[in-house]
């Protein structure tokens, strides 16, 4: 049982490329959402997803777009990497989300991403 | 403003002493509040989850406490051990409501 797995762990850009940030669970949860951490911040939500073929908007979705063909999988598309988006970014998921859930959120081990 | 505060920022103890880290909150209304431990290069794992009705709840050697009149929680950390070295994350939900709030963090050194 792999969890919630994250990849690449690094990755460099350049400005205005493009790059998808792979998340995968094998614990059946609807619910999967991506996070990005920056130094002094709490996590913000960029988008979520509570079940196959339905995603959402979070707090800090501008530049970011996901999908979810599959349970299994959530990708986040960055379309025009910017600098601003230098950040360490977390995939997690939950059997049922909505903040209520008494089962704990699952998060991956991170991608830390730099924009340059 | 960050609806969940947390101090202090940094802590440093040694091994064996116990530490309390604070979580203030303004979210409501309140659903439940969770705090996770953050490893280096690793995502956050969950600890402890508190509802509106329960005032301590421990894990081990954690203990979390909640006033959901004062909105504030702590989390107790006794006889710590290298391995409790991390940040520590308070995190708050509203009730119907698909948005946690995270705290910036407690970022724990304890030193031999």
């Known amino acids: 049982n792999a969890g919630v797995t994250q990849t690449p762990k690094f990755q460099v850009l350049k400005t205005g490329q493009s790059m998808t940030l792979q998340c995968a669970q094998d614990?059946?949860?609807?619910?999967m959402s991506w996070y990005r951490q920056d130094p002094g911040m709490g996590l913000r939500l960029i988008h979520y997803s509570v079940g196959a073929g339905i995603t959402d908007q979070g707090e800090v979705p501008n530049g970011y777009n996901v999908s979810r063909s599959t349970t299994e999988d959530f990708p986040l598309r960055l379309l025009s990497a910017a600098p601003s988006q230098t950040s360490v970014y977390f995939c997690?998921?939950?059997?049922?989300?909505?903040?209520?859930?008494?089962?704990?959120?699952?998060f991956g081990s991170g991608t830390r991403l730099t924009v340059v | 403003k960050n609806q969940v505060e947390q101090s202090p920022q940094s802590l440093i103890i040694l091994e064996g002493k116990n530490c309390t880290l604070q979580?203030?909150?303004?979210?409501?209304?309140?659903?439940?509040l969770r705090w996770y431990k953050q490893d280096t290069g690793r995502g956050p794992v969950s600890l402890t989850i508190?509802?509106?009705?329960?005032n301590t709840k421990s894990n081990g050697r954690y203990t979390a406490t909640l006033d959901a009149d004062t909105k504030q929680s702590s989390l107790h950390i006794t006889a710590s051990q290298l391995s409790d070295s991390a940040s520590y994350i308070c995190?708050?939900?509203?009730?119907?409501?698909?948005?946690?709030?995270f705290g910036a963090g407690t970022r724990l050194t304890v030193k031999p």
């Open positions: 508190m509802t509106f009705s329960e």
């Open positions: 997690a998921s939950s059997y049922s989300g909505l903040g209520r859930s008494d089962y704990g959120y699952t």
């Open positions: 995190v708050v939900s509203a009730y119907n409501n698909n948005d946690m709030r």
């Open positions: 614990m059946n949860h609807e619910y």
């Open positions: 979580c203030n909150y303004t979210v409501s209304p309140f659903s439940n």
